[in-house]
């Protein structure tokens, strides 16, 4: 069974960049596609981005252009490149396999102030 943990977020300004990380624990992490969520004060959980175990990438129209999904399977971790931050895009954010397969996670905050 996959679990994981998500870190990078953090405090910035809007037009900032971030760069979030999701550390794997389980062997069968290269074959999960996997997925960052995110959910806003208020709104439900939305998917913003996905990649297959394969590298093929997917992402919602809110995020596509400013937003790149990536991962690196020899260290089980899976990122989240985040530019051209808006306030808008305050939020949990999480990572999760694609079915999920596991509980959430804590998140990581991400905060852009105007």
């Known amino acids: 069974q996959v679990q994981l943990v998500e870190s990078g977020g953090g405090l910035v300004q809007a037009g900032g960049s971030l760069r979030l990380s999701c550390a794997a624990s389980g062997s069968a992490f290269r074959f999960n596609t996997m997925g960052w969520y995110r959910q806003a004060p208020g709104q439900q959980r939305e998917l913003v981005a996905a990649i297959t175990s394969g590298g093929i990438t997917n992402y919602a129209d809110s995020v596509k252009g400013r937003f790149t999904i990536s991962r690196a399977n020899a260290k089980n971790t899976v990122y989240l490149q985040m530019n051209s931050l808006k306030p808008e895009d305050t939020a949990v954010y999480y990572c999760?396999?694609?079915?999920?397969?596991?509980?959430w996670g804590q998140g990581t905050q991400v905060t852009v102030s105007s």
């Open positions: 999760a396999t694609i079915p999920r397969k596991t509980p």
